[in-house]
């Protein structure tokens, strides 16, 4: 199973998750298809430590290593991920956590049908079986009434390519009507929560 992820970017030399970068092959790295930086300009102005238009993965805020050890992180034989077993390809949509309508749309595009680092020659056999969105678009970067449709049809295209949307619930719980933002308000979407120690759920899903 290959998973893909949209976030901040990855360390993917970290020793939790490099072995499972399907752009890794044990001696030399090959991020075609494997990697895309949707990250074309500043966001919130200033400077990024990583860089824009990158052709390898970099994280630019820790927050897309995190998910991706959350998603197929090992370290020696314990497992920290759920899927240990699985490959990760990624791309950042997220500028130092804030991203946009465009940055979040522009990674589902690309990882329903990924290309070479190039941006040609598509492949829509190299796209993940699922994806992870452990971040949210509110109001504040773009998101609102009059834009939700856009999103939603994306998703709905990448369920109808076969693959499963897989998005965070947010932190605003744990009422009931708390998840307030897109991408995990979309039908399309499968929402997990989070649940604590004693497998009740967090005060903050």
């Avoid at 998750?17 to 074309?40: L, M, V």
């Avoid at 899927?83 to 130092?96: F, H, I, L, S, T």
Wanted: net charge negative.
């Amino acid at each position: 199973v290959v998973v893909g992820g949209q976030d901040t970017g990855y360390e993917w030399e970290h020793p939790a998750i490099k072995e499972q970068y399907r752009g890794w092959n044990g001696s030399s790295a090959d991020h075609n298809y494997n990697w895309h930086d949707a990250i074309h300009a500043l966001i919130n102005g200033g400077s990024n430590s990583c860089g824009l238009n990158l052709t390898e993965p970099c994280d630019d805020d820790g927050h897309g290593t995190h998910t991706a050890g959350t998603m197929a992180g090992i370290v020696g034989s314990v497992a920290i991920g759920v899927a240990p077993d699985a490959q990760w390809v990624g791309c950042r949509n997220m500028e130092e956590g804030d991203g946009t309508p465009a940055t979040y749309i522009e990674c589902f595009q690309w990882l329903t049908v990924p290309t070479d680092l190039n941006d040609d020659n598509p492949d829509p056999a190299m796209a993940p079986h699922v994806i992870n969105n452990s971040w949210g678009c509110p109001t504040s970067e773009g998101c609102n009434s009059t834009n939700f449709a856009t999103m939603d049809t994306v998703i709905n295209n990448m369920r109808a390519a076969g693959i499963l949307v897989v998005t965070s619930a947010g932190n605003d719980g744990p009422g009931c009507g708390t998840i307030n933002n897109p991408p995990s308000i979309f039908a399309g979407s499968f929402a997990v929560g989070a649940t604590n120690s004693s497998d009740n759920i967090s005060n903050f899903s």
